[in-house]
């Protein structure tokens, strides 16, 4: 298999193999073991079959409830689905926010927005069902255990949430 950063996926965004980055240990991140992606919803069945070939094993979903029932995951065959919400259903900090929700609670405060993220990346590490996520993430991850196994995971734009479990992993 050819070591290249970018997957190529025409129905999905920010599909990204992880391997050879260098962890702060010293050592490197192995390659064809993690991609890290925005959903899965707009998969084409080439891309699915793309995945498949790729050695896609596992798709791990960080997202909501509701993000999964809006924009189910098109899971390639044979590829184990692991639904691991990082925030509980209740929680206000919910990316199933609509646009329009937002705009509304951050139009009063140029200061906001940025105090949001800030509370969403503090209890993505302080939340018990972060703590979950995360911990049955890299239980996914160490099960791996075969060469050019690969595991997805995502959010739904690849980037918060998901970033959160690629900075894990680079700790390693």
């Not at 950063?5 to 490197?28: Q, S």
């Not at 509370?119 to 255990?145: C, G, P």
Request: proline residues 4%; glycine residues 6%; charged residues 25%.
């Amino acid at each position: 298999m050819t070591n290249n950063r970018i997957i190529a996926v025409t129905g999905g965004l920010n599909f990204r193999e992880l391997g050879g980055y260098p962890t702060i240990d010293g050592h490197t991140v192995k390659w064809h073991k993690l991609i890290r992606t925005a959903g899965l919803a707009d998969l084409t069945p080439a891309d699915q079959q793309h995945l498949t070939d790729y050695g896609v094993v596992a798709d791990v979903d960080f997202r909501s409830k509701d993000e999964q029932l809006q924009s189910p995951d098109k899971v390639p065959t044979g590829v184990n689905y692991h639904f691991l919400p990082v925030f509980p259903a209740d929680d206000e900090t919910d990316a199933s926010a609509s646009q329009e929700q937002l705009e509304e609670r951050f139009s009063t405060d140029d200061q906001s927005g940025h105090n949001h993220m800030l509370d969403v990346y503090r209890q993505m590490m302080t939340l018990r069902s972060a703590q979950v996520a995360y911990h049955d993430f890299f239980e996914t991850l160490l099960a791996n255990d075969q060469p050019d196994k690969a595991v997805l995971f995502h959010c739904t734009a690849g980037k918060d949430r998901t970033g959160m479990g690629a900075y894990f992993d680079a700790q390693d």
